[in-house]
């Protein structure tokens, strides 16, 4: 980019006025004067009479969908890792991670003071999710997962969940436990074959197509703004509980490892229904 426009774009000064500093003398690039038409880049360091100027960067933040099989990291030696997979020109950070089996929305910014007030434990902003499982959905169910299970030494807040298909549940969580559908789901039974996040807070996936991204919107920021202050406010004035124990801690609650399967294919939990059944 030429200087005068990064200038320009910087709100330093006009085009026409950056001209006339560097004809005189008073911009420095990376400690040599400048010439007219001298392009920069952003890591170049300007100095204008002796004080560093710095374009602010572009605030943004992501509504990406992402596929399965894409690690939540920022480690570029992880092959699939989701920032090298959507290759944006701006370094952005995701607000929310996805586990490398789980698919759908996710938030990614260069903003890192909205991912601390989006991801805080305690704010409590809901996460909406589509879970298809390994085995008809019944009411009990429903009410266990909706009522709290007991995983990782503590029981996990209520939360609503509702019947999407013979297989599938809608579920909206609080609270972000590390891997907490699969467990409250394993505990109770079942396994999860698709986990995919379609909502976090006002904002929603839609029909956005899988690996795709896009900016979020004007009104969308806006009412992303508007929950966040309502939250801080009531936290504020003690109507928000900060921390969730859910009671006593459970010893060895929803111990959770990823299903093994035998030669045929089945995992455990189904190799004892299979038993069961057929002896």
């Known amino acids: 980019m030429r200087l005068n426009k990064y200038l320009s774009e910087a709100g330093v000064c006009s085009r026409r006025e950056a001209d006339r500093l560097v004809q005189e003398g008073r911009i420095l690039i990376d400690g040599e004067p400048a010439a007219l038409g001298t392009q920069v880049e952003d890591s170049s360091r300007i100095l204008i009479d002796g004080k560093e100027i710095r374009r602010e960067e572009k605030k943004v933040l992501l509504v990406f969908h992402k596929p399965r099989g894409i690690e939540c990291t920022t480690d570029l030696r992880v092959k699939k890792n989701v920032i090298s997979y959507i290759n944006y020109p701006i370094r952005v950070y995701y607000a929310g991670r996805l586990d490398k089996d789980s698919e759908g929305l996710l938030l990614l910014t260069n903003q890192g003071e909205l991912v601390n007030r989006m991801m805080k434990a305690g704010n409590g902003h809901e996460k909406e999710y589509v879970v298809t499982v390994d085995r008809p959905v019944t009411e009990e169910f429903l009410a266990a997962m909706g009522k709290g299970v007991p995983i990782l030494g503590t ?9 999407e298909g013979e ?8 609270q972000g436990l590390n891997r907490q559908i699969r467990r409250m789901c394993h505990y109770l039974g079942y396994e999860v074959k698709r986990l ?9 996936l839609g029909d956005l197509a899988v690996g795709q991204y896009r900016a979020a919107t004007g009104e969308e920021m806006e009412e992303l703004t508007r929950l966040l202050e309502k939250r801080e406010q009531e936290k504020k004035a003690g109507k928000v509980q900060e921390t969730y124990t859910g009671g006593k801690p459970v010893k060895n609650a929803g111990k959770y490892r990823t299903p093994v399967k035998d030669r045929k294919g089945l995992h455990q939990g189904q190799q004892k229904r299979r038993f069961e059944k057929h002896g």
């Open 155 to 163: 029981v996990t807040r209520a939360c609503k969940v509702t019947k």
């Open 167 to 174: 297989r599938s549940l809608r579920i909206v969580l609080t």
């Open 196 to 204: 995919k996040r379609v909502r976090i807070m006002n904002i929603c």
